[in-house]
């Protein structure tokens, strides 16, 4: 899995930048046009919340577990309908931030948490976290099934029967380029080379084959309720974060000044700015290298 210090790397170092763009606690995963790209982004993404929110039956006085919960937008969502939420995430950054805008959120691996830490909840989500979950070598090693297969475990001891939990991820499509080709020396115009660039973007993450894969590392405990593809509302809510990361602000561009010592002597961060200048996630949407779900279950 991507750890501790991966996962820094790919969002505490953009924390205040994404603070400044995004606002104070904005979603960093795909949100819920269903179609309609005349909605802004954050009513999209407020579509989202709400369709979250309404499948895990989160009312007033819901226990919600929000794991990988970024900077915090579900939360304080659920917290608007009264429901007590809880995050955790491996980023110190968004901790930090998250802490400051009134959420409750440790620094905590989502997939180690028992009913000893905190108690069973009634509803959990996790949004755009299992990217992460399982690293290229425990793929190489064959690993990647156990990896899911215990997360829902942990997720059944977790929850109740008839407790559900929301799940939207990235997952590997049907143009993926096989794994030998995928290198940053690739032609630049290739699948190869902007799968590459993802890789570069999320160290130790490697995504699912297909949202089947889930799925089926799922069925011992949770039945599937409802899935969706979230691919072209992704394209879309990428491109509206191209806009937002380039909108002038000063403390925003005088942030992006600071980094520059960085960008000269470290090569993995001048592979972090080579993907925001380059959007390969918007590329490996488009060309169907990859593709995008959300995923309903309720416990058996
Ligand atoms: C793409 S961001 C999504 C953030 C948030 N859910 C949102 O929608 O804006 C992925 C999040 O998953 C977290 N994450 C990844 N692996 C994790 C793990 N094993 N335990 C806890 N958090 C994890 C990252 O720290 C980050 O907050």
Redesign the pocket.
């Known amino acids: 899995?991507?750890s501790q210090k991966d996962?820094d790397f790919?969002?505490s170092t953009i924390d205040k930048i994404f603070r400044l763009s995004m606002g104070e606690t904005?979603?960093?995963?795909g949100a819920m046009y269903n179609g309609d790209f005349s909605m802004t982004l954050e009513e999209a993404q407020r579509q989202k919340h709400k369709f979250i929110a309404d499948s895990l039956f989160i009312g007033p006085g819901s226990k919600v577990l929000?794991?990988?919960?970024?900077?915090g937008?579900?939360l304080t969502y659920v917290k608007s309908r009264g429901a007590e939420g809880r995050g955790?995430?491996?980023?110190q950054g968004?901790a930090v931030a998250c802490r400051k805008n009134g959420l409750v959120v440790d620094v905590?691996?989502?997939?180690t948490v028992v009913p000893a830490d905190y108690g069973m909840f009634d509803a959990i989500s996790?949004?755009?976290?299992l990217?992460?979950?399982c690293s290229i070598e425990q793929w190489q090693a064959g690993q990647q099934d156990a990896v899911y297969a215990n997360f829902f475990k942990t997720l059944s001891d977790l929850l109740p029967t008839g407790g559900r939990f929301y799940m939207q991820t990235m997952v590997f499509s049907k143009n993926m380029p096989p794994f030998e080709a995928i290198r940053l020396d690739a032609d630049p115009r290739s699948d190869a080379y902007f799968m590459a660039l993802m890789i570069a973007q999320f160290p130790g993450s490697w995504l699912p084959y297909g949202a089947e894969q889930v799925i089926r590392n799922a069925e011992p405990h949770f039945k599937l309720v409802s899935k969706s593809s979230g691919r072209l509302d992704y394209i879309e809510t990428i491109g509206q974060w191209r806009k937002r990361f380039r909108a002038f602000n000063l403390e925003k561009y005088a942030t992006y000044a600071s980094l520059l010592p960085k960008l000269l002597t470290n090569p993995s961060f001048r592979g972090l700015i080579a993907t925001f200048r380059k959007s390969p996630n918007r590329v490996c949407f488009q060309r169907e290298l990859m593709d995008h779900y959300r995923l309903v279950f309720e416990k058996q």
Not at 126 to 129: A, E
């Open positions: 899995m991507a996962l790919t969002y904005g979603d960093y995963s929000d794991m990988g919960c970024g900077w937008p579900f955790v995430t491996l980023s968004q905590k691996d989502c997939r996790c949004i755009g976290g990217e992460h979950f």
